[in-house]
């Protein structure tokens, strides 16, 4: 079946670093791939997503490229603020619906 | 205007009762979610609905039941809560069967079995 697997975290960085949370994925078909941000006590909320191979997501500084020949689809930000601080899940969906979401990255960022 | 919004939002109840969650979406999407979320971040899919039909039960035990009387709305009910049930529920909704669509989250409501 599907899945998603992401780098464990917590991820711990000083303001203004750079930023890599990989994620990859195993699939049958080409899955539709998206990166979701949790920031404490609220829902996910949609971060950026690529349909098709090779397509890049950007928003907000982000950017993840959707690779099909490494199944994998790591998100990155040249430099990071404090108020990116959540947790970042990477998820796959199908054409049936179906959402499958690897289990959350947590991110610090310090002043 | 919240897109999908799920009451309530923290709930603290005696092991052994009943609970509802009630979910509904008002951004015109065919199919609707309960994830559960547990202590460690990790997001699992319960159910799925179209248009008010189950679409997906990932072997949830009977004491759950969604129910869905339009396909705006969709609430879960979980009967004799146990301890293991705490944790944070997730109602979500996407437009029917289209690989360029995401899922739209709720805000979460936090149960706590004591």
């Known amino acids: 079946g599907n899945s998603v697997t992401q780098m464990e975290g917590p991820v711990t960085l000083s303001e203004e670093a750079f930023l890599t949370i990989n994620c990859t994925y195993t699939?049958?078909?080409?899955?539709?791939l998206f990166w979701y941000v949790q920031y404490p006590g609220e829902g996910l909320q949609l971060l950026l997503k690529?349909?098709?191979?090779?397509d890049k997501g950007s928003n907000k500084g982000f950017e993840a490229t959707y690779r099909k020949e490494t199944t994998s689809f790591h998100l990155e930000k040249g430099s990071v603020q404090v108020s990116d601080s959540a947790v970042y899940f990477c998820a796959a969906g199908d054409n049936f619906n179906k959402f499958y979401f690897g289990s959350g990255t947590k991110l610090n960022v310090k002043p | 205007d919240t897109a999908v919004s799920q009451t309530p939002k923290y709930l603290v109840t005696q092991m052994g009762n009943d609970k509802s969650i009630k979910c509904e979406q008002n951004?015109?999407?065919?199919?609707m979610y309960w994830y559960k979320q547990d202590s460690k971040k990790f997001l699992k899919i319960m159910f799925s609905y179209n248009n008010k039909e189950l679409i997906i039960n990932e072997t949830v035990p009977n004491r759950f039941s969604p129910k869905s009387p339009d396909k705006a709305h969709l609430n879960l009910h979980i009967n004799s809560l146990e301890l293991g049930d705490s944790a944070v529920y997730f109602c979500?909704?996407?437009?029917?069967?289209?690989?360029?669509?995401?899922?739209?989250f709720g805000q979460g409501t936090r149960l706590t079995v004591v």
């Open positions: 951004l015109g999407h065919d199919t």
């Open positions: 690529a349909t098709k191979a090779d």
């Open positions: 699939a049958t078909g080409y899955p539709s």
């Open positions: 979500a909704s996407s437009q029917e069967y289209s690989l360029n669509t995401e899922a739209f």
